[in-house]
């Protein structure tokens, strides 16, 4: 147990991360969608009404900083214990505490009660009477899903707040603020290093601030003061998992490049190997995610539909459970893309309209197919002969137009005969005679011979 602020004259030793730690929220990176303007954890500190609540999100994203920092706007007594190192007692001891405080003092205590998933039911039982009373302000956080990890009593009381895995941006933010902060950073310090080499320390820090100013604490004891960190150093911190990988540069292109190509030609090994190279130089896994639903669409298409789902719920594993079992989730899907049949005729079929339409006049919409929403739209003939498709045989209104007088008969969509799209080509060459059979396309071809 601890009291946040706490004389720090002792000289105890703190690592960077803790003394980086913000006390005002303007200083809290990240998390926007919780602490920014208007926001329910911004509101909470600014207006003083609080509730207990459950900070769920992977290591290193800011879950103690926020406690703390409450804590301090709240003016409230600080206690913190870990359901790792703890038990009933100290459960005991840290309500024994908040009790005193409260008595004595009238003080207002928060409790932090770390990886509180680790607790089990009776544990977590224990907090619920004092949470109910006003005890303490109850503030769990934890790595899992509250809704598989925590008793529903706990849940009741206590609301859950998801925080996001920080960006490569924010972690940049937040390890410069060190580099130039000199009372408790590395102002002092002087320690040099480019932007380019932050960014890296950013990217390598996988998601976790705290990951990357212990990286930046690290670099400080190899590097002299006023000497700029070179390349073999930060290899060196970052246990010479550092490859030539530069997002912004060719490197970056030709592995991306070799990553696309592999998934396309149908090569899950190649696939693995260059999205593995990718991350372990530092890439951002969604990058590599974004270019898989890129891939689904453009070359994979309605041959197999469902790599557009796979591709997405990769997405959404990553950002539920964070880069070391989303990573996994990401190359499930690279795998599953990679063996999947092959067709880019949406992708073409997309272009060629694109280009019909930009090199083209702009043909006016038939008339049977325009809206008449008005008693002048139906005047004019908006909607006439217009045919309902369920109210026909097979639920196709064969030999209907679709497309202006001038491109009728025009066919863009051209399916592959692989995959799901085969089934789609089938379909359509039925429709399509259907089309030619139906007593609307021998009474045209009937007018056209006439003309």
């Known amino acids: 147990m601890q009291d946040l602020f706490a004389d720090m004259s002792s000289g105890a030793y703190q690592p960077l991360a803790a003394r980086m730690r913000p006390t005002v929220l303007d200083d809290y990176i990240g998390q926007s969608h919780l602490v920014g303007p208007g926001k329910p954890l911004r509101r909470m500190v600014e207006t003083g009404h609080c509730h207990s609540f459950i900070l769920w999100g992977p290591p290193g994203v800011g879950k103690t900083t926020f406690a703390q920092l409450l804590s301090h706007a709240l003016s409230a007594q600080f206690i913190e214990i870990s359901a ?34 680790r607790f089990n039911k009776s544990q977590q039982d224990a907090f619920l009477p004092y949470i109910e009373d006003g005890t303490f302000l109850f503030i769990g956080a934890t790595t899992e899903n509250p809704a598989f990890e925590l008793n529903s009593a706990l849940l009741s009381r206590a609301r859950v707040y998801r925080l ?29 290093v480019s932007r380019e080499h932050l960014d890296i320390l950013a990217q390598a820090a996988d998601g976790d601030i705290r990951r990357g100013l212990n990286f930046l604490e690290i670099l400080s004891d190899l590097v002299e003061p006023n000497v700029a960190v070179s390349q073999e150093q930060l290899e060196d911190v970052l246990g010479g998992s550092l490859r030539r990988f530069d997002r912004n540069g060719d490197v970056f292109y030709d592995q991306i490049s070799a990553f696309h190509k592999s998934v396309r030609g149908s090569s899950p090994d190649g696939a693995l190997y260059w999205m593995a190279r990718m991350l372990d130089g530092g890439c951002d896994p969604l990058y590599i995610a974004r270019r898989l639903l890129a891939i ?21 594993v990553f950002e539920r459970v964070g880069p070391k079992e989303g990573n996994r989730a990401i190359a499930q899907a690279a795998v599953y893309m990679a063996c999947a049949p092959k067709s880019n005729a949406v992708y073409m ?57 001038e491109l009728q008969g025009t066919r863009y969509y051209q399916p592959a005969n692989r995959g799901l799209e085969q089934k789609i080509g089938d379909k359509l060459n039925w429709l399509s005679e259907l089309d030619t059979n139906s007593p609307v396309k021998r009474y045209q071809d009937a007018f056209k011979g006439e003309e």
């Open 84 to 117: 790792v190192m703890s038990g009933v007692k100290e459960i005991r001891a840290a309500v024994e505490q908040a009790q005193q405080w409260r008595a004595m003092k009238g003080s207002q205590t928060v409790l932090f009660v770390d990886e509180v998933h």
């Open 164 to 192: 996001k895995t920080p960006t490569v941006e924010d972690i940049s933010k937040v390890l410069n603020r060190a580099l130039q902060d000199e009372t408790q950073g590395m102002g002092q310090k002087g320690l040099l």
């Open 296 to 316: 689904a669409s453009e070359d994979i298409g309605n041959a197999d539909p469902r790599a557009l789902q796979v591709g997405l719920n990769a997405w959404d």
């Open 349 to 405: 079929a997309f272009s060629q309209a694109k280009a019909d339409v930009a090199s083209q006049p702009s043909y006016e919409v038939p008339i049977h197919l325009r809206n008449a929403p008005t008693s002048l739209a139906k005047s004019m003939g908006h909607g006439d002969d217009y045919r309902y498709a369920h109210n026909e045989e097979h639920g196709y209104a064969a030999g209907e137009q679709y497309l202006p007088e």
